[in-house]
C-alpha cells in the first residue's frame, strides 16, 4: 500500500483542544474523519484513467494506529514519482489506446496509438515520472476533517 506516515507530533494542535476527550473518544473522531477523506478528499484528487487509483484508497484500523494509503499497484509512483526508467509498452498502448478514444484493436493498434505510446515510453525514459502527492497534499484537509469529527463528539 502506497502511504506515509505521520507522526502523532504532527496532530499534536489538533489533539490539545480536545484534550478533555478519553482516548476512544479520540480514536473514534480520527477514524471518522480519516474515513471522511476517503470520499471528501481523496478520490476526487485522484487522476482518473481507468479509475482503479481512485478506488483503491483504503484505510485499516487497530487500537494504536489507522493507515490510510492506496493499493493500486501504480500508487506509489504516482505519489512519489519515479526516476527514469523503461516502461513496459503494453500498458502505455492501453493507455494511449483510451486517451485517444482510437478503435484499433491489439495487435494491430493505429499509428496515432503507437507513437503516443512510444513518445510517452521515450519522455519517461528520459525525465522519470514526478510525484503527485496526492496523499501529502491531502493531510492539511485530512486534519481538518479529523477536527470537525472531534469537536461532533
Sequence with gaps: ????????????????????LHIQEIRQGVVSGVARSISEILVPASPVDTGLYAQSWAMTQDEEK??????????????FGARPFTPPIK????????VLNDSSQPPNYSSKVWALAKYTQAKIEREGMQPRAILQNSLP????????????I
Design 1 to 20: 500500500m502506497a502511504g506515509m506516515r505521520v507522526e502523532l507530533s504532527k496532530f499534536s494542535e489538533v489533539l490539545e483542544e480536545f484534550s478533555h
Design 66 to 79: 489507522a493507515t490510510l494509503g492506496n493499493t493500486a499497484p501504480h500508487a506509489p509512483i504516482i505519489e
Design 91 to 98: 500498458p502505455l498502448l492501453e493507455w494511449a489506446k483510451r
Design 141 to 152: 484537509a485530512i486534519l481538518e476533517l479529523i477536527r470537525q469529527e472531534l469537536t461532533k
